[in-house]
């Protein structure tokens, strides 16, 4: 069993940055797949991005070149790295993993974005 936990939103003003974390209980070492996904109010919902454990990534167009994800295996972690920050981001992000044929979900953190 993993247990995943968020870290690192809050408020930021349009244009600011932010980085985002979760941190496996577990190893994560044997993830297929670990992802960043975000729902915003009345919206499903979508993929933000994605990173294979061969270390290829995924994005949706909308965060093409401002977002970059990453995982560091040895501290049980992956992290978004957002940029150039716009209104639209605003959402609670969900870290996602999938083990085999375990998909583990964290909790959610909070990301708003003032215009």
């Known amino acids: 069993q993993v247990q995943l936990v968020e870290s690192g939103g809050g408020l930021v003003q349009a244009g600011g940055s932010l980085r985002l974390s979760c941190a496996a209980s577990?190893?994560?070492?044997?993830?297929?797949?670990m992802g960043w996904y975000r729902q915003a109010p009345g919206k499903q919902r979508e993929l933000v991005a994605a990173i294979t454990s061969g270390g290829s990534t995924n994005y949706a167009d909308s965060v093409k070149g401002r977002f970059t994800i990453s995982r560091d295996n040895a501290k049980n972690t992956v992290y978004l790295q957002m940029n150039s920050l716009k209104a639209e981001d605003t959402a609670v992000y969900y870290c996602?993993?999938?083990?085999?044929?375990?998909?583990?979900w964290g909790q959610g953190t909070q990301v708003t974005v003032s215009s």
């Open positions: 996602r993993v999938v083990i085999g044929p375990d998909d583990y």
């Open positions: 577990g190893s994560i070492f044997r993830a297929n797949v």
